[in-house]
T-cell receptor, first 114, second 115 residues
């Protein structure tokens, strides 16, 4: 079945540091890939997505490239801010029996300190 | 649009009581998902509706859990009887799916505490 593996946190960085959160996946079909972010006390919200191989999703300075050859979708940001402190979820969406099936990773908590 | 609306935001109940969580999806969305989030197990999909029909309920923990979607604008998740291990944050999400590239929109969640 489908699965998503992402690094366990917490990840603690100083402001303006470079961020990488690794995500790899296993899927039987041709999934779409997502990064969601969850701020304290809130629900998840979409950060970026990519729907086919070599696509790059980007938003708010975050980027991730859909790498089919390495089955990866690593999240990167060149300079993190305190406001980026949150939990980040990698997810894939595949078709199962004609319907959307979404699989989430365990989430990686990011803490950015001033 | 107001986004996905969930009620109540917080619920504290005693073991053995019935609990009903409510969700109003975004207008026009035809897919609805119920998730449970805990520290130990992370985010778990409980049930998925498409066009008000349950498509996948394999994540529903046991018979104490039931979910309904009587129309396109309302869904409930019921736990009867509740147990302390049901304590978690329950999220409802909707999408304009079922295509695989569809984004899910999450509600703010209901924090359930069963004592």
């Amino acid at each position: 079945g489908d699965s998503v593996t992402q690094m366990e946190g917490p990840v603690t960085l100083s402001e303006e540091a470079f961020l990488t959160i690794n995500c790899t996946y296993t899927a039987t079909g041709y999934p779409s890939l997502f990064w969601y972010v969850q701020y304290p006390g809130e629900g998840l919200q979409l950060l970026l997505k990519a729907t086919k191989a070599d696509d790059k999703g980007s938003n708010k300075g975050f980027e991730a490239t859909y790498r089919k050859e390495t089955t990866s979708f690593h999240l990167e940001k060149g300079s993190v801010q305190v406001s980026d402190s949150a939990v980040y979820f990698c997810a894939l969406s595949d078709a199962a029996g004609g319907y959307q099936k979404v699989t989430f990773g365990i989430g990686t908590k990011l803490q950015v300190i001033p | 649009d107001a986004g996905v609306i969930q009620s109540p935001r917080h619920e504290v109940t005693e073991m053995g009581q019935e609990v009903t969580l409510r969700c109003k999806p975004i207008s026009g969305h035809n897919s609805l998902f119920w998730y449970r989030q805990t520290m130990m197990r992370g985010l778990e999909l409980l049930i998925y509706f498409n066009n008000n029909v349950p498509i996948d309920d394999s994540g529903m923990p046991e018979d104490r859990f039931s979910a309904k979607m009587p129309n396109a604008s309302f869904s409930t998740l019921k736990i009867q009887p509740s147990e302390p291990r049901d304590s978690a944050v329950y999220f409802c999400a909707s999408s304009s799916g079922p295509i695989t590239s569809s984004e899910q929109y999450f509600g703010p969640g209901t924090r359930l505490t069963v004592t």
